[in-house]
């Protein structure tokens, strides 16, 4: 019990040891490879950072391109007709801002508009007032169109408080060569309180312009508030810190960015152009202009979705950026719009810009990059937040030398264990075969000593002399085989193992046999069995290692069979048929468990049955009869024999002598 409780003793010290060697191995390249997987994604990170630079610059040169053109497009061009193009023609040419359908020069444009001082709106979409539209190659029908668009440009203008209702009425009054009928297509005009309609003419006309940027922070936030916009930016999760890093270098770009000058085209003056968001949702891109001593203010009318998609969500998903980024589009901290990042699954082809107008916002990782546009869009703001990032080229490799560390430590720990496992068992193994040779050897020689001692007191009488006698040969001889065992055991663990080979009959050999283990199977009460059917096959194998094999054999049969009824032990001689000769042990007892067939054969292995019956032996007998055997050519097996177990053994045969002589002489006969 002690010696079972050392081993496990033993094997738990083993899993502790190599645990912790594991583990120590384990602990730094983990540590290594969670480094290098952080760097590759800060890496990753600052790549998404500059791409997300880059495409904000793109879209910032196009919303300056856009402000420059406006900036440089003549103030006649706000008239239905335009001067002519030679100071001394008197044909007046169409303005390019009257074509019908407006042209895509500005996403989402409803169209171009002019404010008077007096509050009086036109456009140069509709001719003047005394000018035909017919004379212009417009028809009634296109006439209608154009004029629905001025409704909805004025209604959406006098809904926000920029153009006062009367001064558009009278503007109608008389612009209006021919009474036209509204068309049913025409948008409803947005409606006002009874406070505002109320309020006295003017009030809202050219200053009204000038209050609308002063007024945007606090018209987006009461915009907010009204749910016309997603939310508030100081409401998204953002990284406070990285975003005052990123306004305070926003600031400092701005002060020191020049601002855009006045243009003062000698008689005329065009400021630069501003940009408002109304109420309604709407852009508004407009300019002051003064012109022969009279202001004016000329802009663009914008709608916003179709604007942000065209020239910020197009731009987005051409890059690597609509896949692993979301984009908030801000106005003085209002969120206007989202982008959301495209999922792996979606078809990239084939898909269109999804502009989140309700919902909560997408912006819920960690704060790539933010900018503010140059003027006149310096109320637009880009907010990028990471939805995932994409794997670094080397992520593959470090994922991969990741896994096969972890295999080759599991694989490695496992094999240690293993090996450590089988050491303390062939430990254990040699422990009780030193235990058991010893026993086996003190057995013997107790015998032998005590015999021998009454031989010499002359205790024994003449008649018991002779019993003595062979007592004493029987134990010696005894103690020979198991010494001899030991010995072969031993030559064949270094590799010392010499056998004589020689051609003897199979008869011969097996008389040596029965003559060594005959007084041993008779003393131990059991009847010796010998059949064969060819007892002039020869075999070549060395007769020493032959008559040990069979002995070994008989003394395994008599140790586990001594308690069978049939108490016999039959060795029998079989020629195959494939040349082979095939010599066979059996006994009648229990028989060995097919599970453990396969294990008799290995060193120091002893049954179950052995260790429960307390069957003396060593455990080095089948051990040595499979080594011995394949030493000389052969194999050996163990089948059920139902009762009892039988070993059997196959032998080469070997060419008689009398052939091998006539081979010999038919050779010389023909050498001559």
Do not use: C
């Given at each position: 019990m002690r010696r079972g409780s050392d081993h496990d003793r033993a094997r738990n010290r083993l899993r502790l040891g190599i645990g912790l060697f594991v583990l120590a191995l384990a602990a730094p390249s983990l540590w290594l490879v969670h480094t290098a997987y952080d760097q590759?994604?800060?890496?990753?990170?600052?790549?998404?950072?500059?791409?997300?630079?880059?495409?904000?610059?793109?879209?910032?040169?196009?919303?300056?391109?856009?402000?420059?053109?406006?900036?440089?497009?003549?103030?006649?061009?706000?008239?239905?007709?335009?001067?002519?193009?030679?100071?001394?023609?008197?044909?007046?040419?169409?303005?390019?801002?009257?074509?019908?359908?407006?042209?895509?020069?500005?996403?989402?444009?409803?169209?171009?508009?002019?404010?008077?001082?007096?509050?009086?709106?036109?456009?140069?979409?509709?001719?003047?007032?005394?000018?035909?539209?017919?004379?212009?190659?417009?028809?009634?029908?296109?006439?209608?169109?154009?004029?629905?668009?001025?409704?909805?440009?004025?209604?959406?203008?006098?809904?926000?408080?920029?153009?006062?209702?009367?001064?558009?009425?009278?503007?109608?009054?008389?612009?209006?060569?021919?009474?036209?009928?509204?068309?049913?297509?025409?948008?409803?005009?947005?409606?006002?309180?009874?406070?505002?309609?109320?309020?006295?003419?003017?009030?809202?006309?050219?200053?009204?312009?000038?209050?609308?940027?002063?007024?945007?922070?606090?018209?987006?936030?009461?915009?907010?508030?009204?749910?016309?916009?997603?939310?508030?930016?100081?409401?998204?999760?953002?990284?406070?810190?990285?975003?005052?890093?990123?306004?305070?270098?926003?600031?400092?770009?701005e002060a020191g960015a020049p601002q855009p000058a006045a243009v003062n085209l000698f008689a005329s003056t065009i400021e630069p152009c501003e940009v408002g968001r109304l109420d309604s949702g709407h852009l508004l891109l407009f300019r002051t202009v003064w012109r022969g001593g009279e202001r004016l203010i000329q802009g663009a009318l914008i709608e916003q979705t179709p604007f942000l998609e065209q020239l910020i969500g197009v731009p987005l998903t051409s890059t690597a950026l609509a896949r692993t980024t979301h984009l908030i589009v801000a106005y003085r901290g209002a969120v206007l719009a989202g982008f959301r990042a495209e999922s792996p699954e979606d078809d990239y082809a084939g898909r269109a810009t999804r502009l989140v107008s309700t919902g909560p916002s997408p912006l819920t990782g960690a704060l790539l990059y933010r900018a503010r546009m140059a003027e006149p869009f310096g109320g637009l703001e880009l907010i990028f937040s990471v939805s995932r990032l994409p794997a670094p080229a080397g992520a593959a490799v470090i994922g991969w030398l990741a896994a096969t560390l972890a295999l080759v430590l599991l694989v490695g720990g496992w094999l240690l264990y293993r090996l450590g496992v089988r050491q303390l068992d062939l430990i254990r193994q040699q422990q009780d075969f030193v235990s058991a040779v010893s026993h086996e050897l003190k057995t013997p020689l107790t015998s032998i000593r005590m015999y021998a001692e009454m031989l010499r007191a002359g205790f024994a009488s003449e008649e018991r002399k002779s019993t003595y006698y062979r007592f004493i040969h029987e134990e010696s001889e005894r103690l020979s085989r198991l010494i001899a065992n030991v010995l072969q055991l031993a030559r064949i663990g270094r590799d010392a193992l010499v056998l004589e080979p020689r051609v003897m009959p199979i008869g011969e050999l097996m008389a040596q046999v029965v003559e060594r283990v005959a007084s041993q199977v008779e003393r131990a009460g059991f009847r010796l069995e010998l059949s064969g059917e060819d007892s002039a096959a020869e075999l070549l194998v060395d007769p020493d290692a032959f008559v040990q094999i069979l002995i070994n054999l008989v003394d395994n049969a008599l140790k586990f069979a001594a308690g069978a009824e049939t108490r016999v032990i039959r060795l029998s001689v079989e020629t195959l048929g494939n040349g082979r000769l095939r010599v066979s042990v059996r006994d009648f007892g229990p028989g060995i468990p097919r599970d453990q067939r396969r294990r008799v054969f290995q060193l120091f292995q002893r049954g179950d049955m052995a260790k429960r019956q307390a069957i003396p032996g060593t455990g080095i007998g089948l051990a040595l009869v499979e080594r011995l055997m394949r030493a000389m050519g052969g194999r050996v097996e163990v089948i059920s024999a139902e009762p009892g177990a039988e070993f059997r053994l196959e032998f080469p045969l070997a060419r008689s002598a009398e052939r091998a002589q006539d081979l010999l002489g038919t050779g010389a006969g023909s050498s001559r």
């Open positions: 590759m994604k800060w890496e990753s990170f600052r790549q998404q950072q500059l791409a997300a630079e880059g495409l904000t610059e793109r879209i910032d040169q196009t919303l300056a391109a856009l402000a420059r053109a406006e900036d440089r497009r003549p103030i006649e061009d706000y008239d239905f007709l335009a001067p002519p193009a030679d100071p001394a023609g008197t044909y007046r040419r169409r303005s390019p801002l009257s074509e019908w359908p407006p042209g895509p020069t500005i996403p989402g444009l409803l169209g171009w508009f002019q404010v008077a001082a007096d509050g009086t709106l036109s456009s140069p979409l509709v001719p003047e007032a005394g000018s035909s539209p017919a004379a212009h190659g417009i028809d009634p029908a296109d006439l209608a169109q154009r004029q629905a668009r001025v409704q909805q440009i004025q209604g959406i203008l006098v809904g926000n408080r920029l153009v006062e209702r009367d001064a558009q009425a009278r503007a109608s009054e008389s612009d209006s060569p021919e009474p036209v009928p509204a068309p049913a297509a025409a948008a409803p005009e947005p409606e006002r309180s009874v406070s505002m309609l109320d309020e006295a003419p003017n009030r809202l006309s050219q200053s009204a312009f000038e209050g609308l940027a002063a007024n945007e922070r606090l018209a987006s936030k009461s915009a907010a508030d009204k749910g016309q916009t997603l939310g508030r930016v100081d409401d998204l999760k953002l990284d406070l810190e990285l975003a005052e890093r990123g306004r305070r270098q926003e600031v400092a770009a």
